[in-house]
Every structure is written in C-alpha cells, then in structure tokens.
C-alpha cells in the first residue's frame, strides 16, 4: 500500500533562432524595430532550434511558489503572482562551462555574460484542464543586442516588482525558481533574435 503521494516537477525548452539577415526582412515587412519572437515565427522559420529536458528546482523557487499561494511571506506582493512583468527568463554562459546545478542555486552560475528577460506580452500561459492541465508555459525574446555570448544555462525567476530587462535580477529581488545547465548552440552574436521558450508541468 502506497504511503504517500508523489508530485512530479517537469521542465523543458526550446531556443528559436533567428539571425540579422532574417531579422531585417520582417523590420522592413513590418515596420516593427523589435519583433517579438511570435511575430517572427508567424513570417519566417527559424534557422535554428534547440531543445532541452530536465532542470533542477531551487529551494528558494519552492519557497516563492509557497509563498505566493499561501500569502504569508509579506515580501511578496499580491501583483507579482507569477504575471507578464515579475517572471524574468535568465540566461547565461555558465562563466564559460555548463554549470552543474543544484537546489542551493540563487543566480546563474555565469559571472559576467548573463542576461534577465521579462516574458513575452501574453505570457506566462497556464494549462486548461485536460492534457495541459499543471503546466506553466513562458516565452522572453532575446532581442538583437542581448545575451550575445554562449548559452550554456538558463533559469526562470519571480520578482517582487515589475521587471526591466538587464545583467542584473537583484535589484527587483528575484529568486530563482528553477536552473538549468545545457549547452544551447553556437554563441547568439549580434543582430540575432533568440526566443526561449520553457514549460513546467506539475503533475
């Protein structure tokens, strides 16, 4: 006889790639200087696509989660419960090797080259019941002067203020809710326009 239940934590992502050239002919088609790694999908196919499984969830990610469903941490505001604008994608080079994770991480292991995007306008997505139901899908568009370096981790993060992108996430007290070391290709370079786009799934 079963003496508990267990609770599974999913994640995975996908990197969609697109470089200047591709880039430049939807600013021309659109007049859009930034596009958004949507509309970019609905007009060309990325050159590239990565893809990954696993990750590990941080102790202070549970804590967050906890926090924000119970209320009782006061840090943490009624707005940032997992909304667009308080969930920053981070991604980094690992300080040049991909990081071995751990649940004690707070931060991206890379010292220098590493780079918070806020979510994507329409995201984060929750699952409907169904097939879907437990999951948590962001999407942050990496534009064409960001995070230009080799990705070899990524982690998403709750803030407890609105978030602007930048090299940095202490400022809106962010805690790291998942981390993950996985090389995701050839360095970004500029002029590119990277896309990363994560699931989490609890079930």
């Known amino acids: 006889m079963a003496t508990g239940d267990g609770i599974g934590w999913k994640a995975s992502c996908r990197v969609l790639k697109w470089n200047a050239e591709q880039v430049a002919w939807v600013v021309n088609k659109t007049g859009i200087l930034e596009p958004s790694g949507q509309l970019l999908l609905s007009l060309v196919e990325p050159y ?24 009782l941490t006061t840090a943490i ?3 940032s419960q997992l909304a667009n604008g308080f ?13 071995t994770t751990s649940p004690i991480d707070a931060d991206l292991t890379a010292a220098t080259n590493k780079y918070y995007q806020p979510v994507d306008a329409t995201y984060p997505q929750v699952g409907a019941a169904g097939a879907t139901a437990g999951s948590l899908t962001v999407q942050a568009t990496f534009g064409a ?7 070899n981790e990524w982690g998403l993060f709750g803030t407890t203020s609105a978030f602007s992108s930048g090299t940095t996430a202490t400022p809106q007290n962010a805690t790291m809710i998942n981390h993950r070391g996985v090389n995701l ?5 500029s002029g590119n ?9 609890l079930s």
């Not at 002067?145 to 990705?151: E, I, R």
């Open 77 to 79: 505001s009624a707005a």
């Open 193 to 201: 326009v990277w896309t990363l786009d994560a699931v989490i799934t």
């Open 145 to 151: 002067t960001a995070a230009n370096f080799t990705w």
């Open 87 to 99: 969930l920053p994608v981070g991604v980094g080079d690992g300080s040049g090797t991909v990081p």
């Open 185 to 189: 290709g050839p360095p970004k370079v």
């Open 48 to 71: 590239e696509i990565a893809e990954s499984e696993g990750n590990v969830t941080t102790y202070g990610g549970l804590a967050y989660l906890w926090s924000l469903a119970t209320g």
